[in-house]
């Protein structure tokens, strides 16, 4: 290990290759949510799936993603964020292969849940990598980049999904596909250092160093102080429970609410059935489906940058509120296309989800991310963001697998309607609960939750202590 970390190497590495790089897990997890959307048109034939089941080949790959999501933390500490990163390529890689030679439903399930593992793990170890190999002036513009190949990845599956449709290959080379940034990532790793976070937190203070020197832009001397004040507070890190205490409850309430609103307003009845959705209002081809799905994607792409251009300036809050209001308006007037009938329906859903997706793309989307990482006191923010991560994807479960019931239950205009009034309890949620932590330093927003919710003008001793 390290030979291959080559810590006297007089080689300068770009943090923005070291990002690139690590940042194609980020769009494997897109690419690999949003290549069924277009795939289970073909899959429904070929395996003769009724609803129950379909729900189940889109919600398969979660399964795997609530695994990698509890596991990912204690592999990326014990054998390292490349090693770690390495070993989800080849599972990107190899469960992208395994799936696209599918013989049957059960064996694309196992292999579909094989690759979610790879996805849950990859969406906590990537934002790792990044922020650990980022010279600490570049580190919040190279993180949220993450987010942004999430969203290229997304768009990028239903293009490839679009082009095989079109090519009358059906599904197996859309998800064959995804071994081609699967060995770009296991090959750019290989290139790759460990972090000097983590040989520091092993008393490998010299690999640490030799790291940073190979580091363009990054100063050494800093960034090993800042990294030994980190290791400092985090021997004093929290458990789970801790985030019950007086003070920081308020902090878990909010994350995890938010975790649970960002999935149950429904943001991925569109990632994974947006074909299914045109097809429903009357778009006849697979093709054509999937090109107005094309679109949606390439929308969310735009807006998402758009949103990494507000977040500090705009703030979470607004963004958060702003957003409610924009999503609950495009999924009322969706179901109100379904309700009525309305003439050119196909165009009038594309409008309404375009309405949806731009002002998920501008909130929920990004800001649950940031904020779960934020809001949380040093000692225990480990720990909160990891149980906001599995509330997130239990609810992405819950909310994919139950779609096309609800559908069946209550009608595709009452559906929506439901995600519109859980979007009214999210938006009345955001307002009276969630603060604006924008331009507030970590220790001011735990001062806040601390001081019963109420900011101070400068940073003291709080007047509530945390009980152990």
Known sequence: MQNATAPHSTKKLSVYFITSVAALGGLLFGYDTGVISGAQLFLVKTF??????????????????????????????????????????????IGALLTAISPNYTLFLIFRAIVGIGIGAAASVVPVYISEMSPFQMRGKLVTFNQLAITIGIAVSYWVDLAFARAGMGWPPMFATAAIPGLLLFFGMLMSPETPRWYAARGRWDNARGVLERIEGADPDFELMEIHTSLSVEQKQGRIRDLFAPGIRMALVVGVGLAVFQQFVGINTVIYYAPTIFQSAGVASASSAILATSVVGVVNVLATIAALLLLDKAGRRVLLITGCIGMIIGLTLLGAVFATGVAHAGTMTLLALMVYIISFAISMGPVFWLMSAEVFPTNVRGAGASVCSFANWLSNFIVSVTFLSLIGALGTARTFWLYAVIGVL??????????????????????????????VAAIGQPKVKPTS
């Open 48 to 93: 003769s799936l009724s609803p129950q089941q379909q729900e189940l080949a889109v919600s398969a790959v979660l399964i795997g993603a609530i695994i990698g999501a509890l596991v990912a933390g204690k592999v990326n500490d014990a054998i390292g964020r490349k090693k770690t990163l390495l070993s989800l390529a080849v599972i990107f890689t």
């Open 426 to 455: 999210a938006l009345i949620f955001c307002w009276r609960l969630v603060p604006e932590t924008k331009g507030k330093t970590l220790e001011q927003i735990e001062a806040y939750w601390l001081n019963g919710r109420r900011w």
